[in-house]
């Protein structure tokens, strides 16, 4: 399998399946896992709680002024889509495709949202397969 080269350490893609019509819950939850690892990159597909507005917020690149923190958005950006892309490419090769020819436009964010909203519907309607309704904005 393929692996991700990182500064400190060199992590595979091992412990994650290849998700599946019927693994999204195990797929997420160790993509979740993988991504918490040392470098915590899960927080680029994780919204955060406010509390002073009391509303959820969407995961966002940092403000452009701080470059390391958008630098450390982008790392993050990248292992994140390698993972989504390797692991959930035989379900939704033409979305991660998108994103891919999109030079990242698009954030990885807005990509595992369309999955997991994908997944969510299709255990809802209790579909195996909803053909075109993942499209890259």
């Known amino acids: 399998m393929p692996s991700i080269p990182d500064t400190a350490v060199c992590r595979s893609y091992a412990g994650i399946p290849k998700l599946t019509t019927d693994n999204f819950s195990d797929w997420?939850?160790?993509?979740a896992a993988y991504l918490t690892g040392a470098e915590d990159y899960?927080?680029?597909?994780?919204?955060?709680?406010?509390?002073?507005?009391?509303?959820?917020?969407?995961p966002?690149?940092?403000?452009?002024?701080?470059?390391?923190?958008?630098?450390e958005w982008k790392k993050a950006e990248c292992v994140t889509s390698g993972v989504i892309m390797a692991t959930a490419r035989d379900l939704h090769q033409e979305l991660l495709l998108a994103h891919h020819l999109s030079c990242s436009r698009t954030s990885i964010w807005s990509v595992y949202k369309m999955i997991q909203d994908h997944h969510q519907l299709a255990k809802v309607q209790g579909m195996v397969h909803l053909p075109g309704c993942l499209q890259v904005p």
């Open 28 to 31: 997420d939850l160790q993509v």
């Open 60 to 71: 966002r690149v940092p403000n452009a002024k701080d470059t390391d923190a958008t630098g």
């Open 42 to 58: 899960v927080h680029v597909i994780t919204p955060s709680y406010n509390e002073t507005t009391k509303k959820w917020i969407n």
